[in-house]
């Protein structure tokens, strides 16, 4: 019953009101009027919705308390936060920590054998769309654990860490830096991956997330450049000769930005530049710098020159490059702006939080802090600005209703049905993060089905501790909760 | 079933405004009986390499490339499926060949983009928008000609995509909708659904009151003609794929007599940088599924092909000549499918532009020697019949000087 009455004050909070600009066709950027400005409740929620994965009952009570300053600064510091709770609710995922290596061997290699054992058993007469038949062995089993541990953790943190702000970055930096787990190996290194390469970073130097990710198992296999070698490189096998594939989405999506100012002689260059840059997926090897395979001739890079007779180095200078060029610090403040604040980024800010950028030198606790403490980010225009992404929709409805989850695969499908499948966004580009993908006639209808599902108790391993059953789906299935 | 009463109580009756019957339901329900034209586009998401679906096995400069995926000429082992003794089709693409030597297959070879980038992103927002080099396009080709061309027509089933997320091509202001699949695009609990249809309606929100408004019209609509098994007409077999299914349900909303006219459906994972493979392999398994999925709707479709064009499209091409690990990287100029009953198949179209280091764009790519528009425009002019000023607003700034006479 309290929680029913939590819920209802909560979301009658937000109002049916008009939401900010966003998408809509208002047009004329309004000045700030400080008639319209909100109650501090108002203020707290909509920082709980921006900087968490949805408020919980008594949640903008207790950041009241504390004060919202002070909460904002504790979620800068994540490492300060007890949180005991999700690591009991995440120990039962034993993938979770171990590395590519053992990935490879003690999961993968197992599950592949078998795989292909029973493929010649099949014969040709095969239909290869056909699921396989047969019970499921260990070997498969074991498989299948090292992505859905991924899933369930990332649905149980979004849910119950207390460290959201970290959260929502790693889900942003992942995006940012994606890798797509539907890749062939891809999926073994995925852990290691936002473990090692995106989590400690997040709320710290933009350079060495770079670097961590350029190293990265899954970055090297994800976008090909594990093969790249010099034209003449006399290597063994199959590569000789570059592949452009990293170099290009280097620029274009991790840092410069598609209109950085970049030519195709310039990608090039950097691919030549990250000759060499490789492992080995059979091994599920870390990261190996392969000198015959390295391209030592001169590289102009963005009007750089670095010099002939270089190895390893070649690719740090690059990735020093282009952290440090102003398109990379425009490019992260545009997409953070977007990410926090509005779907139409103000550019005021986004020139202002830039600078933080280049400032710190992609010090990224500073650029948050300054995107924080912006009065755009308070602003009338930023309310209820945004559409959730799935995600956002569906971790934010289990927080609102107090939601116990045992097992979070159901939720994970429901996310694959919405779109949104956590680890598998096929193209480089990472989920798009704004109200014109994610609107549509069939989301909606995806929300709403959820909606009255979650109130009736009817998902899997989900239970909701509420008795007004059709409250709790009109509310989460309303136009309202589809805003944060 | 949840008590539509109890929802109505409890869901804040300040909500609660008048009911609206759908005008269009009856409209629509009038003009089920003369047929409709559908155009069917499919997007190549991740740029096909078009050297190797469309293969012009006449060019020994493809072949110089190329040493390890190309495709071997006709009448070898896996060779190509030859055409008209220059151009071949991927031998996986057996399924299209019956569609040619009917003539309802036509291509277009060295089209693509004017817009010279080779951004996955940017070439497909420019080919969906319809507008290259202009990215401040709000709305897409598909939904700017069904606004053009229908401004009293609100039924949202006029445009369907077959996919989670709404695509370009079919964002803007006329209505239009993406579905997983028509069969699970409902509210079952009839009671959340009548509430849930009077606070989006009373909403003040307008892009989620309007999305809200369109899918609930769409499923009255569906609800009242479709049913909820469906099996595909003269056998044909569509692949257990994701593409495939996608393409099964156009086809049963196009059977279903719902007002379609323009469809979209995207066909993924063509980006192949590595082992990109020859006959066999990476590309071979992604043309298999993408030629039996088309080639079952056309032979789902059976007579409706007569009024029905497939259409398909990708961002731009790959580069001449195969990377240091056998696959290809991002190029230019690429193929487009055109089939009908109503095309002028059987025909390559399009001045091909040679493959030679001098002939390619920028020394590397495949040129582009079609704007992809004149195929868009002409697909709408001719078989869509859209007027010069509908033409006009759907390709802005753009006149197609030219015309292929697809049609």
């Known amino acids: 019953m309290f929680r029913t009455l939590a819920l209802v004050l909560l979301l009658a909070g937000l109002g049916n009101r008009e939401p900010g600009t966003g998408n809509e066709s208002q047009t004329g950027s309004r000045i700030p009027d400080p008639g319209s400005r909100q109650a501090p409740d108002d203020q707290i929620l909509h920082v709980l919705n921006r900087l968490t994965y949805g408020p919980r009952p008594g949640d ?99 849910v119950y860490s207390e460290r959201q702000l970290e959260e929502v970055l790693v889900d942003f930096w992942f995006n940012h830096f994606n890798v797509f787990a539907g890749k062939g190996a891809t999926r073994n290194y995925v852990s290691e991956y936002e473990r090692d390469a995106i989590r400690p970073y997040v709320l710290g130097n933009f350079r060495q997330m770079l670097g961590a990710t350029a190293k990265s198992p899954a970055m090297l296999f994800y976008l090909d450049n594990w093969l790249s070698s010099a034209a003449n490189a006399r290597a063994r096998g199959r590569s000789n000769g570059i592949n452009e594939n990293y170099a290009r989405e280097l620029l274009e999506l991790h840092t410069l930005g598609v209109d950085g100012g970049y030519t195709q002689q310039d990608i090039v260059n950097i691919a030549r530049a990250f000759t060499g840059w490789s492992m ?64 139409n980024p103000p550019a005021a800010l986004v020139d202002r939080v830039a600078r933080r950028f280049t400032a710190t030198n992609g010090d990224l606790r500073e650029v948050m802090k300054a995107l924080l403490s912006s009065p755009e980010f308070l602003s009338a225009d930023a309310y209820r600005a945004k559409v959730k992404t799935p995600i956002e929709f569906v971790a934010s409805a289990l927080r609102a209703t ?23 966004c096929q193209p480089p580009t990472g989920y798009d993060e704004t109200a014109t993908t994610w609107v549509s006639a069939g989301a909606l209808v995806s929300r709403m089905n959820f909606a009255v599902d979650l109130s009736k108790n009817a998902i899997r391993g989900v239970r909701v501790p509420l008795k007004e059953e059709e409250t709790v789906a009109l509310k989460i299935g309303s136009p309202e909760f589809q805003r944060q | 079933m949840l008590s539509r009463r109890v929802f109505i109580k409890s869901g804040a009756a300040a909500m609660i405004a008048v009911g609206f019957a759908p005008s269009f339901l009856a409209r629509a329900a009038a003009a089920a009986g003369s047929r409709k034209k559908l155009l069917i586009a499919i997007f190549q998401r991740g740029a096909v390499d078009g050297l190797n679906m469309v293969v012009p096995h006449g060019e020994s400069e493809y072949y110089r490339a190329r040493p390890t995926i190309a495709i071997a000429k006709p009448g070898t082992t896996d060779g190509a ?121 009373a909403a003040k929100d307008r892009t989620l009151h309007g999305t809200a408004a369109e899918a609930f019209d769409a499923m009255k609509m569906l609800a009242k003609n479709t ?181």
């Open chain 1, 60 to 158: 903008v009570e207790r950041v009241r308390a504390m004060g919202m300053q002070k909460w904002i600064e504790t979620q800068l510091t994540p490492s300060g936060i007890d949180d005991r709770t999700i690591e009991a609710r995440l120990a039962r995922l034993e993938t979770l920590t171990l590395d590519s290596q053992t990935i490879q061997r003690d999961y993968a290699a197992p599950a592949m054998l078998e795989r292909r054992q029973r493929k010649a058993a099949a014969g040709q007469n095969a239909d290869a769309d056909a699921p396989m038949r047969g019970p499921v062995s260990e070997a498969i089993k074991k498989d299948r654990a090292v992505l859905t541990d991924l899933e369930e953790a990332k649905l149980l943190r979004a």
């Open chain 1, 402 to 424: 107090g939601a116990d989850v045992r097992t979070a695969l159901p939720l994970a499908r429901t996310l694959k049905d919405m779109g949104m499948q956590p680890y598998f």
């Open chain 2, 227 to 407: 049913t909820s098994a469906y099996s595909p007409s003269n056998g044909a077999q569509y692949p257990r794929t994701p593409f495939g299914q996608a393409l099964q349900e156009i086809a049963r909303l196009a059977k279903s007599e719902v007002g379609l006219e323009v469809a979209f459906a995207e066909s993924t994972q063509w980006d192949h940088h590595v082992n990109e493979g020859s006959s066999q392999g990476q590309i071979a398994n992604r043309l298999d599924d993408f030629s039996r999925g088309v080639a079952a709707l056309a032979h789902d479709l059976g007579d409706r092909m007569a009024d029905t064009v497939i259409l398909t499209m990708s961002e731009f091409g790959r580069a001449v000549a195969e990377n240091g690990s056998r696959g290809t990287d991002h190029g230019h100029g690429n193929a487009m499918f055109v089939i009908g009953g109503g095309v002028k198949g059987h025909q390559v179209y399009g001045k091909w532009p040679g493959l030679g280091v001098d002939e390619r764009f920028e020394g590397r790519d495949l040129a582009v020697t079609t704007d992809f528009r004149v195929v868009f425009n002409e697909v709408l002019g001719k078989h869509l019949a859209a007027k010069p000023e509908a033409l006009a607003k759907v390709f802005p700034g753009f006149s197609a000087t030219s015309n292929l006479k697809l049609f």
């Open chain 1, 280 to 343: 080995q997926p059979r091994q599920g090897s870390g990261f190996m710098f392969l000198a015959p395979r390295h391209d030592r001739g001169e590289k102009i890079v963005l009007g750089h020159t670095i010099k002939a007779g270089g190895g390893l180095d070649d690719g740090e200078r690059v990735l020093d490059i282009v952290a440090a060029h102003p398109s990379t610090a425009k490019h992260i403040a545009t997409k953070l702006v977007v990410r926090f604040v509005n779907d």
């Open chain 2, 81 to 201: 499926l030859d055409l008209d003794g220059f151009f071949g089709l991927h031998p996986r693409m057996a399924p299209f060949k019956p569609l040619w030597d009917r003539g309802d297959l036509a291509i277009v070879h060295a089209t693509g983009s004017p817009d010279t980038t080779r951004s996955h992103f940017d070439a497909q927002d420019y080919m969906e928008s319809a507008t290259p080099g202009i990215k401040s396009t709000h709305d897409g080709w598909l939904n700017r000609y069904l606004a053009a061309s229908g401004l009293m027509d609100r039924n949202p089933l006029r445009g369907v995509a077959l996919t989670q997320q709404m695509p370009r091509s079919l964002q803007g202001a006329a209505p239009a909708l993406a579905m997983g699949s028509a069969g699970e695009f409902t509210v079952a609990d009839m009671g959340a659904r009548a509430s849930f249809e009077e606070i989006y309606d």
